[in-house]
Structure formats: C-alpha cells, structure tokens
C-alpha cells in the first residue's frame, strides 16, 4: 500500500496482498467478478500484469472507494493502464464526483511516473464528463425462480430452438474442473477461427479453472452429444450476480441447437440458484446478430462506454474498436494450430 504525493488520501494498493480484499467489495452494490482478487489473479499469473488499484477509506479504514487498474507493459503496444483487462466493464466503485476528480489526480500523477501512453476506465464515466472514447451495447437479464415466466420471455425462435435440443436427447452439465475446462478451450478455439479471432491460450482458461471455477465462484455449462462435447459457456459469478463471460460450440453440430440449450439451462439453474442477475457483457456496436441474440433472451439493453485519458497531452481521446476488422479473413483461413500460437503470443500486448 502506498500513498499518493498528490492526495494523501488516495492510496495504491495490491489487492492480491489484501486477504480481506473480496469480504470488503460486498459493500458496493456495483462490484463484480471482475473487481475480485481471484480475476486479478487470473490477469496476473497469465500475463504479468501488474494491479494498481485507486482507493479511499472511510476514518476507520473500511474501502470507501476503488478504481481498479492494472499496468499492461508492452514493447508493441506501450506501457498503459486499464480498468481492467479482458473485462468487459469493470466500473469504478463508490466514487461521487468529488472522490473521482480527486482519484482521477492521483491516477495522472502515476500515469506520469509511470510513462503511461494512457490509461482508460471501462464502465460508468459519466462523473467524469469525459467524451466516450468507444461504446458498447450491454445486456443484462432479471432472474426469477418462475421457470416458466423466464421461457415466456424468450422469443419464440429460442423456445423452439430449445425444444429441437431436448428432444435431440443433449446431455447438459455443469463443471468446475479441469478436463471440462480443456475440453471447452477446444471449443472456443474452433469457435474463435469461425469469428475470424485468434484464441486466448490455455492457460489463460487453466488459471480462470485454479483461482475461479475451482472455488465455485462460476461453472463451465457443456452440452455433449454422446460423449463428444459441441458446445458449452463459461460463467463467472459474484454474490447474487452471474456473468456470461465465453460462449464456444462446433459448427458441425449446429442442427440441434445446443448454444440455446446452454443458454437456457444456465439461466435456469442461475435463477434456481439465488442469483438475481445474468450479465451478457459487451457486443459491438456493429455486430448485429450478436446483439440480437442477447435481446432474444428477454435482455435489457444499455450503452457502456469507455474512457481514455493521455496524461501526456491531458486529454481524453478516442479509441478504436478492433473487434471487427481485416484481420478477422486472416484468422478464419489460418490453421487452429497456428491461430492458437498467434493468440498466446498477441494477448499480452493486446489487454
């Protein structure tokens, strides 16, 4: 923990050195997954970045405040901070407009110390009044244990989907372990070279299994035709909240429509379960049938919007949105092998 020359009152901190880090985020009502120390952990035992996370504490030193950051150091891309990376929004926590513009110096001292070429928070900008440096559709979906008032809210495509995969007999289940989570990366990695995406490696989902799945704070839905697994999801979870964060199925099996038997299932045994919430993530805003199937689902939608700052000129600025590009017809022709090679090494200097 350190203080920060330009206000006392901000402090730096590790969270992976605090084991009382989790305990204190169920006090902000808008903490998820990805504030955790597990997901912090994650990022850094797979890419070695570092976290620099921004806090205030109440006078009998409770958390009061965070935004969380993490230093993505690369020789391709610069030195940066993000909040955080590969989340989908991670938004800042307990922070009015007087602690954020406070907060917000302390961060600028650091990005200049630290030769940021900028740093970006990812979620809820609004108390900065910062122009929106990308945007994003999100959707979430209310849960409640009426299992049939859920289905009734689904259109009628997806109902009809479901039927079609139960009655192709697709066994479901719901995994923690690590064989699930390989058999599942295999997944991604055929459904990623459709997309046009090179994969996350391994070890990025080995280490999402040791430090999340493994201590069931989220589950691996697989749908298996047989024994041979065709689709499946990853979901991550934090108190009465549940995030769809990787979905992956093969293609050669799409007749029967398992993605719409995993997706339902989940939300069933999520809202059977407690869970309030099921978080869809972020969809770009030009990838239309992404969107639609969201909303199929009975998803609210709302904007999220990221904000970039370069200390340098001290300005916001704009930031690209890569998800769609040229290079998504080269990595539907190149070998999985080789795809899988390129993601591992891009990643790091992607974030």
Known sequence: MSAIPSDPAVQRIDPLNDPAWDAGLAA???ATCFHTAAWARVLRDTYRFQPSYFTTRTADGALSSIVPLMEVNSWLTGRRGLSL?????????????ETLR???????????VRRWKHWELRGNT??????????????????????ARLLARCDSAVRRAIRKAEQAQLTITFAHDLESTRAFHALLCKTRRRLGVPPQPLRFFENIQRHILSHRKG???????GDTPIAGAVFLHFGR??????????????????NNLVMWRAIDWHAR?????LDFGRTSLGNEGLRRFKLSWGATERRISYARFDPRAATFVKAPDRSLGWHNGLFRVLPVAIARLLGAAAYKHVA
Do not use: M, W, Y
Not at 102 to 112: G, M
């Open 85 to 97: 990376p590969f989340t989908d929004e991670c938004e800042p926590l307990g922070i009015d407009r």
């Open 126 to 147: 609004t108390a900065l009044d910062a122009p929106s440096a990308v945007s994003f559709h999100g959707h979430r979906l209310a849960l409640s244990s009426d299992s």
């Open 28 to 30: 902000f009502p808008g």
């Open 219 to 225: 589950c691996i839905v697989l749908a298996r035709l």
């Open 241 to 258: 909240s549940a995030l769809f964060k990787f979905g992956a199925s093969d293609e050669t099996f799409q007749q029967f429509r398992p």
């Open 273 to 277: 379960n407690g869970f309030d919430s």
């Open 102 to 112: 406070t907060t917000f110096r302390a961060i600028v001292a650091h990005a200049k």
